[in-house]
């Protein structure tokens, strides 16, 4: 009856059913797995977010495959504060950058054909490629303490075949919190030309680095050595999520680059999915960015360095972070990250993910949200702190 795309077990896991039981007892979770930035306690202007849906134009209907102009205006406006200029007419809008990915399966993919994806990395891949009927193939990040994380070249040539369309980036990465860098971006350049690949480049968290670096790319939304597509949206631009704004923003060698986005005008035609209010309310919206973004970076800058002072004489490391919503916690290995997982929760009250939920290669390590307010934020890492001591 159903299609073989959908290969998945619907049972919940023994971590999900304790999180069950928990809740049912009434217990308070310390949740270190929070990424909702709308229940993270900051503060956000409603009225003004609100106002902004409010406008009488999204009242008319006008289907625009790429979106409304002035929405794409918004968009190419926040590239332009950041340094880069972008045509608005290379803009699509998406519901989310999820949706963009698929668009961009779509695009690029026939059935079975492989795009390679980072590892560690972004856990809804495996889903939206294979509802796409795409392969993701993986190829590694490598860590170097404290140097931190960089592509792994040689996986990507032992992952490249005949069949691959495209290398996803996510810079920064979720959950390492790694950024591409100029010389890897002038390698995978090389690659595509080589292979006739696309790059496909989630930039979700761009504007959440902690620190400047000079070797980092700040963006690859004016990358015209290969056929590129940025994404993101205002999930994690304006930390709004629940308002389904995301874009795709394609460069690249004319005309190659000229086809993509015709062709994209089709599959975005087929849906239309964003939505009036929304469009009209983004240039609004967009000028609320600073005052957001400055409350969520001093959060997670706050508890990043909270966590490397704790965790510096403890038997713990914390991986280097450059940037994005999460901390990895590196555990003594006498537990599995099953077993640290489930013991945290049922003794302590506290919930993270474990490494594997986002493909690490080995074990044990633990993904800690960033974003929670300091009092839990530091709660939570002090009984895992403390559980290791006990250990
Ligand atoms: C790296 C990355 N890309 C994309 C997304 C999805 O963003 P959106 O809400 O725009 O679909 C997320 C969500 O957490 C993410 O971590």
């Known amino acids: 009856m159903f299609s073989s795309r959908f290969k998945w077990s619907l049972a919940s896991n023994r971590l999900a059913l304790l999180i069950e039981e928990k809740r049912r007892a009434g217990a308070r979770i310390f949740d270190l797995t929070e990424s909702n930035p709308t229940r993270a306690g900051f503060d956000y202007p409603t009225e003004e977010i609100l106002a902004a849906l409010a406008q009488a134009p999204a009242?008319?209907?006008?289907?625009?495959?790429?979106?409304?102009?002035?929405?794409?205006?918004?968009?190419?406006?926040?590239?332009?504060?950041?340094?880069?200029?972008?045509?608005?007419?290379?803009?699509h809008l998406t519901a989310s950058t999820s949706e963009a990915y698929s668009y961009l399966f779509k695009l690029l993919a026939d059935q079975g054909q492989s795009i390679l994806v980072p590892q560690p990395s972004y856990p809804l891949f495996e889903f939206l490629a294979a509802l796409e009927g795409v392969d993701p193939r993986p190829y590694q990040l490598n860590y170097v303490h404290p140097a931190g994380w960089q592509i792994d070249f040689d996986s990507i040539d032992a992952a490249i075949s005949n069949d691959t369309r495209a290398i996803i980036i996510v810079s920064p990465n979720n959950p390492t919190g790694s950024f591409v860098k100029v010389r890897e971006v002038e390698r995978l350049n090389a690659i595509c030309a080589k292979y006739?690949?696309?790059?496909?480049?989630?930039?979700?968290?761009?504007?959440?680095?902690?620190?400047?670096?000079?070797?980092r790319v700040a963006s690859l939304v004016t990358n015209d050595a290969a056929l590129t597509f940025v994404m993101s949206g205002l999930s994690k631009v304006l930390a709004l999520p629940q308002m389904k704004l995301g874009w795709i923003a394609t460069s690249g060698p004319a005309p190659l680059r000229d086809?993509?986005?015709?062709?994209?005008?089709?599959?975005?035609?087929?849906?239309?999915?964003?939505?009036?209010?929304?469009?009209?309310?983004?240039?609004?919206?967009?000028?609320?960015?600073?005052?957001?973004?400055r409350q969520i970076l001093n959060r997670t800058r706050d508890n990043l360095i909270w966590l490397e002072k704790t965790a510096e004489n403890s038997p713990c490391r914390l991986l280097r972070v450059e940037g994005g919503w999460y901390a990895t916690l590196e555990m003594p290995r006498h537990c599995s990250e099953e077993e640290w997982v489930l013991s945290l929760l049922e003794q302590d009250d506290v919930l993270a993910h474990p490494g594997y939920f986002f493909d690490f290669p080995r074990e044990a390590f633990l993904i800690l949200s960033l974003l929670p307010r300091a009092e839990t934020f530091r709660e939570a890492t002090g009984r895992i702190l403390a559980r290791v001591e006990r250990s």
């Open 59 to 91: 009242m008319l209907y006008e289907p625009a495959p790429r979106g409304l102009l002035a929405a794409r205006e918004a968009v190419a406006g926040y590239y332009a504060e950041r340094g880069f200029s972008v045509d608005p007419e290379r803009i």
């Open 196 to 215: 006739d690949l696309a790059l496909v480049v989630d930039e979700v968290f761009g504007d959440y680095g902690f620190e400047a670096d000079d070797r």
């Open 259 to 293: 086809q993509a986005v015709e062709r994209l005008d089709l599959i975005a035609d087929t849906f239309l999915s964003v939505g009036a209010p929304a469009q009209h309310a983004a240039a609004r919206w967009s000028k609320l960015r600073t005052a957001l973004q």
